[in-house]
């Protein structure tokens, strides 16, 4: 289980002890059986940890949002995480653990490269992060190895997010007033960039009127922000962006409800198909 959903066994074993994300059935002297609906919250579990929601949050949130549906994809997490190696994996791991920020950029790279942005940030790039943060939160040690894997990680991406304008910008990126949890929008911008959608990152703390003027200059089609707290969610200028007229997406755990006129959307994969959808590419 632990492999289909690329985290570490060491993590799959502590969602199940401090938040029962643990199998249904258990029997004596077997192995563990989960269900499709385990599964499912498992899923959900890795990807509210990958938007940055604190792990317990994220489990609340992942044991009472209904799984319905999960089971259709059910194959697609065992295809990417055999695809994207064990060795790779360690490999960005030892470059961390030892704060070689440099290889860590090369490391990401390769792996964006080789496998592209939403295989690797899904099989490699979060499960680190996920593993790195619950280690600093157990023991308050190695804040230092997450923050320097977070920037590498950025710079990788950034790099790689280059695309092609076109005669009318697809879509405007920024983070609400104060949320410095910017890195979503860095695999976001460099997905998009993959599949030949430009975009305009705003990045982390992006003022209301800076983010109202940005939008009036590019003229985007869709304006997407990202907030991982409450309080920074209800500082975006969300009304005054949707009387524009343009499509406005939210991302993020700070959003407790969908503002009105605007789109919530749960993840990479869900952000990119919305985007692209709406610019037809």
């Known amino acids: 289980m632990a492999r289909m959903l690329a985290i570490s066994p060491t993590t799959l074993r502590t969602w199940d002890r401090r938040y029962g994300l643990g199998p249904s059935t258990r029997q004596e002297g077997k192995h563990r059986r989960y269900s499709a609906e385990d599964v499912g919250r498992l899923r ?7 938007q940055g929601v604190a792990p317990a949050s994220a489990a609340a949130m992942a044991l009472a949002e209904p799984v319905a549906g999960e089971p259709e994809r059910a194959d697609e997490p065992v295809q990417r995480a055999e695809e994207v190696t064990a060795a790779e994996r360690r490999g960005f791991a030892r470059a961390a653990t030892g704060l070689d920020a440099p290889l860590m950029v090369r490391l990401a790279s390769e792996l ?22 619950e280690r600093a939160a157990a023991d308050a040690r190695g804040v230092e190895v997450e923050h320097l894997a977070t920037a590498s990680i950025s710079r990788a991406l950034l790099m790689h997010a280059q695309a092609a304008d076109r005669e009318r910008l697809p879509v405007l990126l920024a983070c609400a007033p104060e949320e410095q949890h910017s890195l979503p929008l860095d695999a976001l911008a460099a997905a998009l960039a993959e599949r030949g959608c430009a975009s305009r990152n705003l990045g982390a703390r992006v003022p209301p009127t800076a983010l109202l003027d940005a939008a009036a200059l590019l003229s985007p089609v869709a304006v997407m922000v990202w907030a991982h707290a409450e309080a920074q969610a209800g500082a975006t200028p969300i009304a005054e962006l949707v009387r524009t007229g343009r499509t406005v997406l939210v991302g993020g755990p700070g959003w407790r409800s ?7 959307v749960g993840s990479l994969n869900e952000a990119i198909d919305t985007i692209l959808s709406l610019n037809r590419f």
């Open 258 to 264: 969908v503002p009105a006129g605007s789109r919530y």
């Open 44 to 50: 959900r579990m890795v990807a509210l940890t990958g």
């Open 112 to 133: 964006i490269q080789r496998h592209g942005v939403v295989r690797a940030w899904d099989c490699a790039l979060v499960p680190f992060l996920v593993a790195a943060g």
